[in-house]
């Protein structure tokens, strides 16, 4: 007699799940951005953050007045979020093939220097070991921490464990300061006379439009040896290229080394107790079907049914790349499937790329990274936001860190590659 009521019960978080992220992120695109001036820096807040904040402060509210209502949430928006973030990064890949013939043309120095998106982790992970972060500092210094970042730690660890915990303290802070300090970082990137505004262009794309704007964009306005197009041209293919260096370097490489670092006799020192702790899971509320038709309501309702084609194309993949996923296991993750078998859908040439762009391109990509953050924002557990409020200042620390890794990196591998080449400028 349970099991007719589990399946009432997971029907109605479904209904009321999927209304709430739909109204949230409806209600914010409509809102638009906020940009506040400091000084003569602009600091944009995109819709993604507000849907986010909203959703966290509606969970957080539930969970103190209901918490086993709140723990039933968190199950089926877990679930929610495991076929959403697919979704999200097969249309980023779309967009990768798209901008291939740009990557292409950039020549080595921008494949060669993506890999220094695994600088984050060189500066940031000590601190975060030092800070007291726990196995949260694993989530919070693989990765600039943008949504790619979070469908890995999602499919990888579970969005409501330790990892989960500090890939959003990163996503927060970059949301919030990430743009101004990128664009502080392209000030002091070009008054050092190692780096040419090639190399500093290319560094940065890091897998987020605000920050990549900002930072190009201060970039241009300083620079004396490099157009302003082209230097937009150089960060915007080096950004679309970081959703699939993300991946495919935090799967094989940034997460595999952290793990066995964090396992060391001098981590085990520096471990937060509270990190380590495992919340009890509640129990799977719904099957993948009622998320699947959970997920289509919500794309439908929030970008429209003019982009209803796109949207079927792209669940069909994603559903496609997640039974790839389920056969290959950790050594290929889904969500690097995602971006392969997105970007081969617009790869130019190809019979299929021209139609597939058309009908694809009208899923806007910030629009659905916006309902992917309000899903997040239900995934928030009380146990977490203990470990942000335990982290406080130093989260901010660590992910400063993280993005100035990151970016002088990158600029180092492009500038040896291109001094190599002999056309460094």
């Known amino acids: 007699m349970s099991m ?17 992220c739909a109204l949230v992120t409806v209600g914010t695109e409509y809102a638009g951005a906020l940009e506040l001036r400091i000084g003569t820096f602009a600091l944009v807040l995109l819709p993604l953050f507000f849907a986010f904040v909203i959703t966290v402060a509606i969970n957080m509210s539930l969970s103190w007045r209901r918490p086993d209502a709140a723990a039933l949430i968190w199950s089926f928006t877990g ?30 120095a921008i494949l060669v220097q993506s ?13 975060a070991l030092l800070l007291g972060f726990g196995r949260a500092s694993i989530g919070a210094t693989f990765s600039v921490g943008r949504e790619p970042s979070i469908a890995l730690v999602t499919e990888r660890y579970g969005i409501s464990g330790p990892e989960g915990s500090g890939v959003l303290a990163t996503y927060i802070c970059g949301t919030l300061f990430g743009s101004l300090f990128f664009s502080a970082l392209a000030g002091v990137g070009s008054a050092i ?5 090639t190399a500093l262009a290319m560094a940065c794309g890091v897998g987020s439009g605000g920050m990549t704007i900002s930072c190009a964009g201060s970039l241009a306005h300083g620079s004396r040896d490099l157009p302003q197009d082209e230097i937009l ?20 490489v940034v997460l595999p080394v952290l793990e066995r670092l964090y396992r060391s006799p001098a981590a085990v020192r520096n471990r937060l107790g509270s990190g380590d702790t495992v919340e009890a899971k509640a129990p799977v509320v719904a099957s993948q079907l009622v998320a699947c038709l959970a997920v289509t309501v919500l794309l439908v309702v929030t970008l429209g049914w003019r982009a209803a084609p796109g949207l079927f194309v792209l669940l069909a993949l994603a559903f496609g790349v997640r039974i790839l996923g389920s056969w290959t296991g950790r050594f290929v993750p889904t969500v690097l499937w995602a971006a392969l078998v997105g970007a081969a859908l617009t790869v130019p040439g190809l019979p299929w790329s ?23 924002g239900l995934c928030v557990t009380t146990r977490q936001l203990r470990i942000l409020r335990t982290l406080s200042w130093r989260a901010v620390v660590v992910a400063l860190l993280v993005f100035a890794g990151s970016f ?3 600029a180092l591998l492009a500038q040896a590659v291109l001094s190599l080449g002999g056309f460094a400028r």
């Open 193 to 197: 006379p190692l780096f040419s505004s």
């Open 115 to 127: 890999f220094g998106k695994t600088g984050t982790a060189l500066l940031a992970f000590p601190a």
């Open 354 to 376: 021209a139609a597939m762009l058309r009908i694809v391109s009208a899923v806007d990509l910030l629009t659905l990274a916006t309902a992917v953050l309000s899903c997040v």
């Open 233 to 252: 041209a150089l960060a915007t293919a080096s950004d679309v290229l970081t959703y699939v260096t993300t991946v495919l370097l935090g799967t094989f």
């Open 79 to 108: 679930q929610l979020l495991q076929l959403l973030t697919v979704v999200f990064v097969v249309r980023a890949g779309v967009v990768l093939g798209a901008a291939l013939p740009t990557i292409v043309e950039a020549g080595p």
């Open 4 to 20: 007719p009521s589990n399946a009432k019960t997971g029907t109605a978080v479904a209904i009321a799940v999927t209304t709430l």
């Open 408 to 410: 002088f990196t990158s």
